[in-house]
Nanobody, 118 residues
């Protein structure tokens, strides 16, 4: 497994969750991202962070979600997605994504389900 996502679950509206995405040694990520896919909808970008620490958030999550990462200097890196003030419309399967700085290959983790009840 080259990307391992975890942290999903069931939470009430207004609550918080933190997702984690751990990269294996072989990836050397340059960017790490979170996408989500709600039932019947296309997968969408939630947020991306680069090794230069720039971030790009979807409008729908700005001010509520925060991405952070550690260890860009190493082959391994872990990205965290802190999700606050969750809304029922945030319910989706969340996927982490990484792009290698050396090969440009793109990797996906397995999805983790986030369910927000009203």
């Amino acid at each position: 497994v080259q990307l391992q996502a975890s942290g999903g679950g069931l939470v009430q509206a207004g609550g918080s969750l933190r997702l984690s995405c751990a990269a294996s040694e072989s990836i050397f990520p340059n960017t790490m991202s979170w996408y989500r896919q709600a039932p019947g909808k296309q997968r969408e970008l939630v947020v991306r962070i680069t090794s230069g620490h720039s971030t790009n958030y979807a409008e729908s999550v700005k001010g509520r979600f925060t991405i952070s990462s550690i260890s860009w200097d190493n082959a391994k890196n872990t990205a965290y997605l802190q999700m606050n003030s969750l809304k029922p419309e945030d319910t989706a399967v969340y996927y982490c994504n990484a792009q290698s700085r050396y090969t440009a290959n793109i990797y996906w983790g397995q999805g983790t389900l986030v369910t927000v009840s009203s």
